[in-house]
């Protein structure tokens, strides 16, 4: 099990950026970071939470939701235990709790059915 702390949330314009972060431990400590791949969630008030971005163990395969491809870029430090989450040219339609999460993550995508552990979020809002 993965857990997790997010960081990096704000408050923004259109069109400006943010990085979030998140860094992990991981429980039992005989397991690593680097062997779970791991994603970004968010969740708008109202509707359900939905996944992303995803990236794998090695940083090989990366997914893109189709509403944030081309705009933001996920990455992982695996050195230090973190997760990062470059977001650009944001949009209002991207305010929202933004959560990460050891998770499945192929180029199909990533699912919030299988995790085991979320931390407390991250708060985005982009202003018009």
């Known amino acids: 099990q993965v857990q997790v702390a997010e960081s990096g949330g704000g408050s923004v314009q259109a069109g400006g950026s943010l990085t979030l972060s998140c860094i992990g431990s991981v429980l039992p400590s005989e397991l690593r970071f680097d062997d779970y791949p791991m994603g970004w969630f968010r969740q708008a008030p109202g509707k359900e939470r939905e996944g992303v971005s995803c990236?794998?163990?090695?940083?090989?395969?990366?997914y893109y939701s189709d509403s944030v491809k081309g705009r933001f870029t996920i990455s992982r430090d695996n050195a230090k235990n973190i997760l990062y989450l470059q977001m650009n040219s944001l949009k209002p339609d991207d305010t929202a709790m933004y959560y990460c999460?050891?998770?499945?993550?192929?180029?199909?995508?990533?699912?919030?059915?299988?995790?085991?552990?979320w931390g407390q979020g991250t708060q985005v809002t982009v202003s018009s």
């Open positions: 999460a050891a998770t499945s993550c192929s180029l199909s995508g990533l699912s919030a059915a299988g995790v085991s552990a």
């Open positions: 990236i794998s163990s090695s940083s090989m395969l990366t």
